[in-house]
Protein backbone atom coordinates (compact mmCIF):
# COMPACT_ATOMS: atom_id res chain seq x y z
CA UNK A 1 0.00 0.00 0.00
CA UNK A 2 1.51 3.62 -1.03
CA UNK A 3 1.93 5.56 2.41
CA UNK A 4 -0.02 8.76 -0.09
CA UNK A 5 -3.93 8.37 0.33
CA UNK A 6 -5.94 8.03 -2.97
CA UNK A 7 -6.59 11.29 -3.68
CA UNK A 8 -3.21 13.04 -2.53
CA UNK A 9 -2.02 10.75 -4.80
CA UNK A 10 -4.57 11.65 -7.41
CA UNK A 11 -3.94 15.32 -7.18
CA UNK A 12 -0.71 15.39 -6.94
CA UNK A 13 0.68 18.83 -6.25
CA UNK A 14 -2.89 20.37 -6.16
CA UNK A 15 -3.82 18.51 -3.26
CA UNK A 16 -2.43 20.70 -0.87
CA UNK A 17 -4.55 23.74 -2.71
CA UNK A 18 -7.83 22.25 -0.72
CA UNK A 19 -9.32 23.87 1.92
CA UNK A 20 -8.44 21.97 5.61
CA UNK A 21 -11.40 19.98 6.03
CA UNK A 22 -10.99 18.59 2.67
CA UNK A 23 -7.27 18.15 2.88
CA UNK A 24 -7.83 16.47 6.24
CA UNK A 25 -10.85 14.36 5.31
CA UNK A 26 -9.20 12.86 2.26
CA UNK A 27 -5.39 12.53 3.50
CA UNK A 28 -6.22 10.26 6.79
CA UNK A 29 -4.15 7.15 6.57
CA UNK A 30 -6.96 5.47 7.65
CA UNK A 31 -10.05 6.93 5.70
CA UNK A 32 -11.85 9.44 7.16
CA UNK A 33 -15.88 9.74 9.01
CA UNK A 34 -18.30 12.85 8.22
CA UNK A 35 -21.79 13.56 9.00
CA UNK A 36 -24.37 15.94 8.25
CA UNK A 37 -27.79 16.55 5.89
CA UNK A 38 -28.61 16.11 2.45
CA UNK A 39 -31.74 16.85 0.12
CA UNK A 40 -31.99 13.91 -2.30
CA UNK A 41 -34.20 14.69 -5.69
CA UNK A 42 -35.42 11.91 -7.81
CA UNK A 43 -36.41 11.68 -10.88
CA UNK A 44 -39.47 12.98 -11.81
CA UNK A 45 -40.39 9.80 -14.62
CA UNK A 46 -41.67 6.69 -13.45
CA UNK A 47 -38.57 5.24 -15.26
CA UNK A 48 -36.41 7.12 -13.97
CA UNK A 49 -37.27 6.53 -10.51
CA UNK A 50 -37.35 2.83 -11.17
CA UNK A 51 -33.63 2.70 -12.31
CA UNK A 52 -32.57 5.35 -9.51
CA UNK A 53 -34.13 2.07 -7.06
CA UNK A 54 -32.68 -0.61 -9.67
CA UNK A 55 -29.00 1.41 -8.96
CA UNK A 56 -29.36 1.34 -4.92
CA UNK A 57 -29.53 5.26 -5.33
CA UNK A 58 -31.32 6.73 -2.21
CA UNK A 59 -34.91 8.07 -2.00
CA UNK A 60 -35.92 11.30 -2.30
CA UNK A 61 -36.32 13.70 0.69
CA UNK A 62 -35.38 17.21 2.32
CA UNK A 63 -32.93 16.96 5.60
CA UNK A 64 -32.01 13.21 4.69
CA UNK A 65 -29.33 12.84 7.44
CA UNK A 66 -26.11 10.74 6.15
CA UNK A 67 -23.10 9.69 7.04
CA UNK A 68 -19.71 8.73 5.23
CA UNK A 69 -17.21 6.35 6.15
CA UNK A 70 -13.85 5.45 4.31
CA UNK A 71 -11.64 3.07 4.16
CA UNK A 72 -8.43 2.70 2.92
CA UNK A 73 -7.81 -1.16 1.64
CA UNK A 74 -4.30 -1.13 -0.45
CA UNK A 75 -4.47 1.71 -2.94
CA UNK A 76 -8.12 1.98 -2.87
CA UNK A 77 -10.77 3.15 -0.77
CA UNK A 78 -14.09 1.76 -0.18
CA UNK A 79 -17.16 4.58 0.63
CA UNK A 80 -19.66 3.35 2.37
CA UNK A 81 -22.84 5.77 2.77
CA UNK A 82 -26.09 5.73 4.59
CA UNK A 83 -28.86 8.14 3.73
CA UNK A 84 -31.13 7.52 6.72
CA UNK A 85 -31.72 4.12 5.85
CA UNK A 86 -30.54 3.61 2.34
CA UNK A 87 -26.95 2.28 2.20
CA UNK A 88 -24.82 2.96 -0.94
CA UNK A 89 -20.85 1.21 -1.38
CA UNK A 90 -18.26 2.21 -3.96
CA UNK A 91 -14.67 1.53 -3.83
CA UNK A 92 -12.64 4.09 -5.75
CA UNK A 93 -8.92 4.21 -7.16
CA UNK A 94 -6.38 5.91 -9.58
CA UNK A 95 -6.31 4.54 -12.59
CA UNK A 96 -4.44 6.01 -15.52
CA UNK A 97 -4.71 9.70 -14.25
CA UNK A 98 -8.11 9.34 -13.26
CA UNK A 99 -10.35 8.64 -10.68
CA UNK A 100 -12.71 5.35 -10.97
CA UNK A 101 -15.48 4.30 -8.62
CA UNK A 102 -17.23 1.25 -9.13
CA UNK A 103 -20.84 0.92 -7.67
CA UNK A 104 -22.11 -2.64 -8.29
CA UNK A 105 -21.17 -3.79 -12.02
CA UNK A 106 -21.25 -0.10 -13.16
CA UNK A 107 -17.28 1.89 -13.05
CA UNK A 108 -17.40 5.55 -13.62
CA UNK A 109 -14.33 7.15 -14.40
CA UNK A 110 -13.37 10.64 -13.20
CA UNK A 111 -11.12 13.62 -14.53
CA UNK A 112 -10.91 16.10 -10.72
CA UNK A 113 -9.77 19.21 -10.28
CA UNK A 114 -8.70 20.84 -7.15
CA UNK A 115 -8.25 24.18 -5.77
CA UNK A 116 -8.66 26.43 -2.83
CA UNK A 117 -12.15 26.25 -3.13
CA UNK A 118 -12.60 22.50 -3.37
CA UNK A 119 -12.70 19.55 -6.28
CA UNK A 120 -14.31 18.98 -9.75
CA UNK A 121 -15.62 15.87 -11.00
CA UNK A 122 -16.23 15.55 -14.00
CA UNK A 123 -17.37 12.66 -15.80
CA UNK A 124 -15.33 11.04 -18.55
CA UNK A 125 -17.13 7.79 -19.10
CA UNK A 126 -18.89 4.66 -17.75
CA UNK A 127 -18.22 0.81 -18.43
CA UNK A 128 -20.56 -2.02 -16.95
CA UNK A 129 -19.23 -5.26 -16.57
CA UNK A 130 -15.46 -4.00 -18.08
CA UNK A 131 -17.41 -2.64 -21.28
CA UNK A 132 -17.26 1.02 -21.79
CA UNK A 133 -20.50 2.19 -22.74
CA UNK A 134 -21.06 4.78 -26.01
CA UNK A 135 -21.37 8.14 -24.86
CA UNK A 136 -24.92 8.68 -26.37
CA UNK A 137 -26.08 5.56 -23.98
CA UNK A 138 -24.16 6.58 -21.34
CA UNK A 139 -25.42 7.53 -17.71
CA UNK A 140 -23.56 10.59 -16.22
CA UNK A 141 -22.40 12.12 -12.66
CA UNK A 142 -21.23 14.58 -11.91
CA UNK A 143 -20.23 16.36 -8.22
CA UNK A 144 -18.63 18.97 -6.49
CA UNK A 145 -17.03 19.29 -3.08
CA UNK A 146 -16.61 22.98 -1.83
CA UNK A 147 -15.43 23.69 1.68
CA UNK A 148 -16.82 26.20 4.19
CA UNK A 149 -15.11 26.27 7.64
CA UNK A 150 -14.56 23.46 8.97
CA UNK A 151 -16.97 21.26 6.83
CA UNK A 152 -18.02 21.15 3.17
CA UNK A 153 -20.81 21.30 0.87
CA UNK A 154 -21.61 18.11 -1.51
CA UNK A 155 -23.40 18.43 -4.51
CA UNK A 156 -23.58 14.54 -6.56
CA UNK A 157 -26.16 14.64 -10.34
CA UNK A 158 -26.36 11.31 -11.37
CA UNK A 159 -28.59 11.87 -15.17
CA UNK A 160 -29.54 9.65 -17.99
CA UNK A 161 -28.30 9.73 -21.83
CA UNK A 162 -30.54 12.72 -22.42
CA UNK A 163 -29.27 14.34 -19.54
CA UNK A 164 -32.74 13.83 -17.41
CA UNK A 165 -32.30 13.86 -13.58
CA UNK A 166 -32.15 9.78 -12.52
CA UNK A 167 -31.23 11.05 -8.58
CA UNK A 168 -29.11 14.25 -6.75
CA UNK A 169 -28.40 15.10 -3.54
CA UNK A 170 -26.89 17.91 -2.08
CA UNK A 171 -25.80 19.62 1.40
CA UNK A 172 -23.28 20.08 4.04
CA UNK A 173 -20.84 17.49 5.69
CA UNK A 174 -18.73 17.84 8.86
CA UNK A 175 -15.86 15.61 9.41
CA UNK A 176 -15.94 13.61 12.57
CA UNK A 177 -12.87 14.76 15.16
CA UNK A 178 -10.80 11.75 14.14
CA UNK A 179 -10.45 13.08 10.33
Known amino acids: M ?10 GPDFDRLPEALRRFHGAADGGVGAGVVDVRVGA ?24 RVRRVGDREIWDRAFGASRLRSVQWLEHGRL ?7 TFAFD ?15 TVFGIRVPPRLSLHVDADATAGGGDWHVSVAVRT ?14 PSPAT
Open 2 to 11: SGESLYRRLL
Open 45 to 68: RPWTRMLARVLGLPPGGDRVPVTV
Open 100 to 106: RERVGVL
Open 112 to 126: VSADERGMRFRFVEL
Open 161 to 174: PRRRLITSYQGRIV
